[in-house]
T-cell receptor
Framework: GDSVTQMEGPVTLSEEAFLTINCTYT??????LFWYVQYPGEGLQLLLK?????DKGSNKGFEATYRKETTSFHLEKGSVQVSDSAVYFC??????????FGAGTRLTVKP | GAGVSQSPSNKVTEKGKDVELRCDPI?????LYWYRQSLGQGLEFLIY????????KSGLPSDRFSAERTGGSVSTLTIQRTQQEDSAVYLC???????????????FGPGTRLTVL
């Protein structure tokens, strides 16, 4: 079945460092891809999305490009802030409308 | 408008008791999802409703778990004879599905933290 594999954490960075969180997927069809974020003490919220190959999702300085050839959707940010400390989840949704999430990657940004 | 709401926010119960968790989706959302998030783990898909029917029940961990949705709105997740391994945060999400589109943005509730003693 469809699945998502994402980089294991935790990840600890200094403020203004470059961030990459890897995500790869397995799917039989053409899924939509998502990154969700869970800030401390809060619920999950959508960070960005891409619905077809080569689409780039972006929000709050984060970007991810839907790469069909490498079945990847890596999350990147050029300069992280302390306020970006959270757990990040990669996810996919297929035509069956199921959503499959990765295990989550905890990011801690130190001042 | 109001987001997805869940109740209770916290539930502590004794092993062997039954519990019922409630989810109120965003008004007009056709699909509703239940997930479980155990400490330090990712999200485990439990069940999904389209309207009042559940096309995919594959994630329910055992026959102690059941869920229903009535009126295309509120859903309840019931866990019978709770065990300590059922302790987790149970998350509900809703979305507005558009035909066969795979675009499926889900909006999450704050979760119910269940502790089984």
């Amino acid at each position: 079945g469809d699945s998502v594999t994402q980089m294991e954490g935790p990840v600890t960075l200094s403020e203004e460092a470059f961030l990459t969180i890897n995500c790869t997927y397995t799917a039989t069809g053409y899924p939509s891809l998502f990154w969700y974020v869970q800030y401390p003490g809060e619920g999950l919220q959508l960070l960005l999305k891409a619905t077809k190959a080569d689409d780039k999702g972006s929000n709050k300085g984060f970007e991810a490009t839907y790469r069909k050839e490498t079945t990847s959707f890596h999350l990147e940010k050029g300069s992280v802030q302390v306020s970006d400390s959270a757990v990040y989840f990669c996810a996919l949704s297929d035509r069956n409308n199921d959503m499959r999430f990765g295990a989550g990657t905890r990011l801690t940004v130190k001042p | 408008g109001a987001g997805v709401s869940q109740s209770p926010s916290n539930k502590v119960t004794e092993k062997g008791k039954d519990v019922e968790l409630r989810c109120d989706p965003i008004s007009g959302h056709t699909a509703l999802y239940w997930y479980r998030q155990s400490l330090g783990q990712g999200l485990e898909f439990l069940i999904y409703f389209q309207g009042n029917s559940a096309p995919d029940k594959s994630g329910l961990p055992s026959d102690r778990f059941s869920a229903e949705r009535t009126g295309g709105s509120v859903s309840t997740l019931t866990i019978q004879r709770t065990q300590q391994e059922d302790s987790a945060v149970y998350l509900c999400a809703s979305s507005f599905l558009q035909g066969l589109s795979s675009y499926n943005e889900q909006f999450f509730g704050p979760g119910t933290r269940l502790t089984v003693l």
